[in-house]
């Protein structure tokens, strides 16, 4: 069955023509119904494209490997000779394990302590860069291995493993009184705090409401001791002040706030008229390359 595929959000510019490509990174991200990617050049730490492609949210990871089938059919892009690319998912489900602790041959054992094992499950591991932590965590066996070979690339990371080289550099991120971050995709939600600087919890979460977000984060900011009306809170994934998660945090969180724009990279023009927050873990991929 053929579908027709139009990006949801395409930017770019004449720079990108003038790039010599070779020297770019491509940095992709998928999730549950959507395939994202940004250009990103290294030596001018820009960003010179973006497209983001949504579909259907769909059970079956074969549903989202047929629909990114398509994409490559109809996005040429993809096929340059980039320097390097990396592959990123944003599928939830990841655990954390102190280093000290972590061996390769368990990491199947560590990740189904906590989530449930699953059919075509490859499971991958993360290394932290200043975290003495690695990320666990699993992806579909099919999509991995098309992804992988339609690329020819081994550079393989979780989308959390990204934000977690990200907030630190946000300018509250040393808040005495605690920081969360909640970071809002389709159903689900990623949520990561910090007390003065120190990484405290990183989980996923899954919503049919806005308070079903706003529950789980009160709930876990008290379960650790944290006071949810001095908690600074920064919201951010592809979500307008008219979704429903915005609207029901806007009522009960008093420190509420959009992440902002990773500093320290250069974005295009039309980037810039896109909210910052919209794609802050696809740009937070070019700290893992």
């Known amino acids: 069955m053929a579908y027709?595929?139009?990006p949801a959000f395409t930017v770019d510019d004449e720079t990108?023509?003038?790039?010599?490509?070779?020297?770019?990174?491509?940095?992709?991200l998928v999730g549950g119904g959507t395939f994202s990617y940004v250009v990103f050049d290294p030596a001018a730490k820009k960003f010179l494209a973006l497209k983001s492609y949504h579909f259907q949210p769909q059970k079956l990871a074969l549903a989202d490997l047929e629909m990114i089938e398509e994409v490559?059919?109809?996005?040429?892009?993809?096929?340059?000779?980039?320097?390097?690319?990396?592959?990123?998912?944003?599928?939830?489900?990841?655990?954390?394990?102190?280093?000290?602790?972590y061996m390769p041959s368990l990491k199947k054992e560590y990740l189904h302590l906590s989530q449930p094992e699953k059919m075509q499950e490859a499971i991958l591991a993360d290394l932290l860069p200043g975290l003495p932590m690695v990320n666990i965590f699993s992806v579909d066996k099919d999509l991995l291995g098309f992804l992988r070979k339609e690329f020819s690339t081994?550079?393989?990371?979780?989308?959390?493993?990204?934000?977690?080289?990200?907030?630190?550099?946000?300018?509250?991120?040393?808040?005495?009184?605690?920081?969360?971050f909640v970071h809002v995709q389709r159903q689900r939600f990623t949520l990561t705090i910090y007390v003065n600087g120190k990484l405290i919890i990183q989980q996923d979460g899954e919503y049919q409401a806005g308070l079903d977000v706003v529950y789980q984060l009160v709930n876990t900011l008290r379960q650790l001791g944290l006071d949810e009306q001095r908690v600074k809170v920064k919201l951010g994934g592809v979500v307008a002040t008219d979704s429903v998660v915005y609207q029901e945090m806007y009522k009960f969180i008093s420190n509420l706030e959009w992440v902002q724009r990773l500093p320290g990279f250069?974005?295009?023009?039309?980037?810039?008229?896109?909210?910052?927050?919209?794609?802050?873990?696809?740009?937070?991929?070019?700290?893992?390359?």
């Open 4 to 6: 027709n595929i139009h």
């Open 16 to 28: 990108l023509l003038e790039t010599d490509l070779t020297a770019c990174h491509l940095l992709v």
């Open 266 to 289: 250069n974005y295009i023009t039309p980037m810039q008229e896109i909210p910052g927050y919209y794609f802050h873990n696809l740009y937070a991929l070019a700290l893992c390359v």
């Open 154 to 180: 081994d550079l393989v990371v979780h989308a959390n493993s990204a934000l977690l080289q990200a907030y630190p550099l946000d300018l509250d991120y040393r808040a005495t009184d605690g920081i969360a």
């Open 72 to 101: 490559f059919d109809a996005d040429k892009l993809l096929f340059t000779a980039f320097k390097s690319v990396l592959l990123a998912f944003d599928n939830g489900g990841g655990v954390l394990v102190p280093q000290i602790y």
